[in-house]
């Protein structure tokens, strides 16, 4: 279990994803380029591939984890991650999955809180 202080650590934003791509040798990753607001944008690597396709991702605002510590993966830096929810239905075949999404009129970089 977490306390309250351990949750407060975490540092979740509104991101658009202003680009996203598929990355060659992966079934499951895609590149996404996300504004936070913030000098540059964020590259940030999603194994999203088999539930969207790319071209629905640009212009969607989602929340994203931004303190978390970059990681490489497959050669390339991931700056944070993509909050999103997926798994199996219970007692039924078929899996599910969805983005969390913010509503269109908040700006990016803006904190969950």
Do not use: H, W
Request: with cysteine; glycine share 8%; proline share 6%.
């Amino acid at each position: 279990m977490l306390n309250i202080d351990d949750f407060k650590k975490v540092q979740i934003k509104a991101g658009t994803i202003i680009s996203a791509e598929p990355i060659e040798g992966s079934e499951k990753l895609f590149k996404l380029s996300v504004d936070f607001n913030e000098k540059n944008p964020r590259q940030v690597l999603s194994g999203i591939a088999k539930f969207i396709k790319p071209e629905d991702l640009i212009g969607t605002i989602c929340a994203f984890v931004t303190n978390l510590e970059p990681r490489e993966i497959m050669g390339l830096k991931s700056e944070a991650m993509i909050m999103a929810l997926s798994g199996n239905f219970p007692n039924e075949a078929g899996e599910f999955f969805s983005l969390l999404k913010v509503s269109e009129n908040i700006p990016p970089g803006s904190v969950v809180r």
